[in-house]
T-cell receptor, first 114, second 117 residues
């Protein structure tokens, strides 16, 4: 079946540090890949997505590249801010007509200290 | 503004009681989903519905029930059969199930936190 594996947290970084959160997946076919962010007490918000191999999703300074050869979709940001503190979820979705649902990773809690 | 409204935001329940969590959307999306979130376990799918009057079990449906009588609403009932119901519950919608689904994304509500006393 489909699965997503994220690096375990929590991750604590200083402001302006470089961020990488690893995500690898297992799926048949050609899934779409997503990163969602959850701020305290809220639901999830889409951060970025990629729908085919070699696509790069980007938003708010975050980037992730869909690497089919390594089945990875690592999240990166060059200079983090305190406001980036949140829980980040990697997810995949099969492009499979008639059965639409996402598989999520366990989430990585990120804390940025000033 | 279009969006997803979940209510109540916080709910306390005594053991043995059924409770119903509301999810209403005005996005005109076809598919709706219920997820459960527990610390360290990510999101797990409870039920989903791709069209009115139809729904399917997700990965952890036992102890839960749903209905989809109209497109805008997908209430979740947590029954007394659910042994560990304390959790954060998230409702989500997805557009364009019947069309090009590759680029579609889930939109989430703000969640409901259920605590069993």
């Amino acid at each position: 079946g489909n699965s997503v594996t994220q690096m375990e947290g929590p991750v604590t970084l200083s402001e302006e540090a470089f961020l990488t959160i690893n995500c690898t997946y297992t799926a048949t076919g050609y899934p779409s890949l997503f990163w969602y962010v959850q701020y305290p007490g809220e639901g999830l918000q889409l951060l970025l997505k990629a729908t085919k191999a070699d696509d790069k999703g980007s938003n708010k300074g975050f980037e992730a590249t869909y690497r089919k050869e390594t089945t990875s979709f690592h999240l990166e940001k060059g200079s983090v801010q305190v406001s980036d503190s949140a829980v980040y979820f990697c997810a995949l979705r099969r492009i499979n007509f008639g059965n639409e649902k996402l598989t999520f990773g366990t989430g990585t809690r990120l804390t940025i200290i000033p | 503004d279009g969006g997803i409204t979940q209510s109540p935001k916080y709910l306390f329940r005594k053991e043995g009681q059924n409770v119903t969590l509301s999810c209403e959307q005005n996005l005109n999306h076809d598919a709706m989903y219920w997820y459960r979130q527990d610390p360290g376990q990510g999101l797990r799918l409870i039920y989903y519905s791709q069209i009115v009057n139809d729904f399917q079990k997700g990965d952890i449906a036992e102890g839960y029930s749903v209905s989809r009588e109209k497109k805008e609403s997908f209430p979740l009932t947590v029954t007394s059969a659910q042994k560990n119901p304390t959790a954060f519950y998230l409702c989500a919608t997805l557009s364009g199930v019947q069309g090009n689904s590759g680029a579609n994304v889930l939109t989430f509500g703000a969640g409901s936190r259920l605590t069993v006393l």
